[in-house]
């Protein structure tokens, strides 16, 4: 199996990139934010993903170990394969996508080619005890909403006040969880909001 390659990028495509290893030629998938950090006849070295399904062996890169290790979570989850992975991963970027997770953000998933409402919250759902802490703790999400929480805390709401004036979910909740990390416990909503705000125009 192939861990890592390492060579000069050969050719950039819409969804791949021909990576030139000592002479021999390799093509390798790559998402969206991976392709744009790469630039023809520059060196490279790219993480590698190696799935071989009907005797066809097929390569992904990353262009770093988050990613990769995104990709792997996601095609755990019944409905994912590579491919759908890696078009989640080029709609929402690793570091974007934790916070998706994280705040039950499935339309942000659901932008993704190939992921429908069903598959969105399925992703979601079981993921979000493996996207990892932010360093804010939120009520659990209601189910069958995604959107509203099961109780009215100052975070909650604070992210849905957000929500409301138009800001994506993820960000909202990024950013009120950082507003919150440095307020410190017991910051009310009116304090939680300008505070957000203010992140998310940082």
């Known amino acids: 199996m192939i861990g890592k390659l390492t060579g000069k990028i050969d050719t950039i495509g819409t969804d791949n990139v021909i990576l030139d290893v000592g002479g021999v030629g390799y093509i390798v998938a790559c998402s969206t934010p991976t392709l744009a950090r790469l630039v023809v006849g520059a060196p490279a070295s790219l993480l590698i993903e190696t799935r071989v399904r009907d005797e066809i062996m097929a390569l992904y890169g990353f262009f770093d170990a988050a990613e990769r290790d995104w990709f792997k979570l996601l095609t755990t989850v ?9 078009s989640i991963l080029s709609a929402v970027p690793a570091d974007k996508l934790q916070l998706a997770i994280a705040s039950g953000d499935k339309a942000s998933v659901q932008r993704a080619d190939g992921v429908g409402a069903k598959l969105a919250l399925r992703i979601v759902t079981e993921l979000k005890d493996k996207a990892g802490s932010i360093g804010v703790t939120f009520e659990p999400i209601a189910r069958g909403n995604a959107s509203e929480p099961v109780h009215n805390t100052p975070t909650n709401d ?21 507003a919150a990390k440095k307020l410190g416990d017991g910051a009310n909503l009116g304090a939680l909001i300008p505070a957000a705000l203010k992140e998310l125009s940082a």
Do not use: I
Request: aromatic share 6%; no cysteine.
């Open 78 to 86: 019944q409905g994912v394969g590579a491919k759908v992975g890696l």
């Open 158 to 178: 604070a992210v849905s006040a957000l929500v409301n004036l138009g800001y994506a979910r993820a960000d909202a909740y990024g950013a009120v969880a950082a």
